[in-house]
């Protein structure tokens, strides 16, 4: 029996504990439980029509994105939107970088310029010591090679393809590895086959106004109906995503811009906002760190925001009492709800000697 009253007065010291501190239970995590091990879900936005990486170098400013990004939450959504446009422009400083290529060539090829350390194949490993000599080398056997294993892979069938595809699996690679270094790509700047190695899922849309912003957009909005992600970050300064944003924050998800307009709309409705010099620079992945433990300390308040409704704590209380009465543990002595009633009947201002006593 005394072990009975025990637990009964433990189980109820937890209620009461829960009822002032405001604590919301989870029924379905147990004791010990990891849910605060487990990462939020992270998802990149880009909008390579509005803010391609002109400046930087396309792989690098992907994969120092997906790191940035890293630190709010596992990345599991890297998406980018254009037309055909964007992946045929060529910025100003690649075709600068072109330029100087190609003087240099003509120099090392008359003689004038000598290069101090050999130009070596990546597939192969013969030396030139021209750049020109390499390009020739390269197109007329190894380019000629990728061809031919490309040709057999596309017209077998079935186990057979499977089995030419891994053959080829390595010597493919290594060429791909060394194609972006040795020739210049026939269209743009190889935006899209960056973008693609760095681990994003490129989308090429027609070339109309605003096609890839709606294309974006409705992606975008598919992930959140389907609740996939719980930060956004999104790379654009296009205001027309300024409704998007206000409903990703309606639905309680984080969302991070990144940008180069330091007043932008999209940054002022963002939770968090960094522009493309420091996403290169490491620093928004520092700063990522102390934004999500602010974000998280917010939570926490918000939870722990005590609101005092007079008729719903009496009601608990009183249940809480009665619920002690019937489990038999005020037998023999008086009725704690009535003496409670009975203290309050006359107002709390009004001393014993108003009351006549």
């Not at 892979?153 to 595809?165: D, N, P, Q, T, W």
């Not at 210049?184 to 070339?207: Q, S």
Request: glycine residues 6%; proline residues 3%.
């Amino acid at each position: 029996m005394m072990k009975y009253v025990k637990v009964s007065a433990f189980i109820h010291a937890i209620h009461s504990y829960n009822r002032f501190c405001h604590f919301e239970s989870k029924p379905h995590l147990g004791f010990g439980s990891l849910d605060s091990q487990v990462r939020a879900s992270v998802g990149i936005f880009w909008d390579l029509d509005n803010k391609p990486p002109k400046s930087f170098p396309p792989y690098d400013a992907a994969t120092k994105l997906k790191k940035a990004a890293s630190e709010f939450g596992v990345v599991r959504f890297t998406v980018a939107y254009a037309n055909r446009q964007a992946f045929s422009y060529v910025p100003p400083l690649v075709r600068e970088q072109r330029k100087e290529r190609k003087a240099l060539n003509s120099l090392e090829k008359s003689g004038v310029v000598k290069v101090e350390e050999p130009y070596i194949c990546r597939v192969c490993g013969r030396r030139f010591y021209s750049n020109e000599k390499l390009v020739n080398h390269f197109k007329q056997i190894h380019e000629r090679e990728h061809k031919k294993r490309l040709n057999k892979i596309e017209s077998a069938r079935g186990k057979m393809r499977v089995k030419l595809v891994a053959k080829y699996a390595m010597k493919m690679d290594k060429y791909k590895g060394a194609v972006r270094d040795v020739l210049i790509p026939k269209v743009g700047y190889g935006l899209a086959d960056e973008l693609k190695r760095a681990g994003f899922w490129v989308r090429t849309v027609e070339n109309k106004p605003q096609a890839a912003d709606i294309a974006l957009r409705n992606h975008l909005v598919d992930v959140m109906d389907k609740r996939m992600v719980d930060y956004v970050v999104l790379v654009s300064d296009d205001s027309d995503f300024v409704e998007v944003l206000k409903e990703a924050r309606l639905r309680c998800l984080k969302t991070v811009v990144v940008g180069d307009s330091n007043d932008g709309a999209l940054k002022r409705i963002a939770d968090a906002a960094f522009s493309w010099q420091e996403i290169m620079m490491g620093k928004a992945k520092k700063e990522a760190v102390s934004v999500v433990g602010r974000w998280k300390d917010r939570d926490v308040l918000k939870r722990l925001e005590w609101t005092y409704d007079p008729e719903v704590e009496k009601k608990l209380y009183y249940s809480e009492v009665e619920s002690d009465d019937s489990d038999g543990f005020f037998s023999g002595e008086e009725d704690v709800g009535a003496s409670v009633l009975k203290e309050n009947a006359g107002a709390w201002w009004k001393l014993d000697c108003h009351s006549g006593r």
